[in-house]
């Protein structure tokens, strides 16, 4: 079972970047989706952004992001520290919420939710 801690959340102003973080460790699948999601206050939980890839090919990468966040987000990831990322740029006051990771199909969650990061941005 894989195990994934999320970081690099914070405070920011609208018109800042961050970037997170979300660990994996544990036994991978050779075909892996993780995506990031978001809960704001009072609201559901969320899709952001997923990144799919293969281990028997690593250069197969598919990405795909919300409408609200394209053209401001990017997912990556890096193989060798077996953590996926979610650079937020041109943060909006809307964004803020609890980020997390999770393994996806689609744009459905599949596993277990972990603490998430928090991302807040001030207008």
């Known amino acids: 079972q894989v195990q994934l801690v999320e970081s690099g959340g914070g405070l920011v102003q609208a018109g800042g970047s961050l970037r997170l973080s979300c660990a994996a460790s544990?036994?991978?699948?050779?075909?892996?989706?993780m995506g990031w999601f978001r809960q704001a206050p009072g609201k559901e939980r969320e899709f952001v952004a997923a990144?799919?890839?293969?281990?028997?090919?690593?250069?197969?990468?598919?990405?795909r992001y919300a409408d609200s966040v394209k053209g401001r987000f990017t997912i990556s990831r890096d193989s060798a520290k077996n953590t996926v990322y979610l650079q937020m740029n041109s943060l909006k006051p809307e964004d803020t919420a609890v980020y997390y990771c999770?393994?996806?199909?689609?744009?459905?969650?599949?596993?277990?939710w972990g603490q998430g990061t928090q991302v807040t941005v001030s207008s």
């Open positions: 544990g036994r991978m699948p050779s075909s892996y989706t």
């Open positions: 999770n393994p996806t199909v689609g744009t459905r969650p599949t596993g277990s």
């Open positions: 990144i799919s890839w293969t281990t028997v090919s690593w250069t197969n990468i598919n990405t």
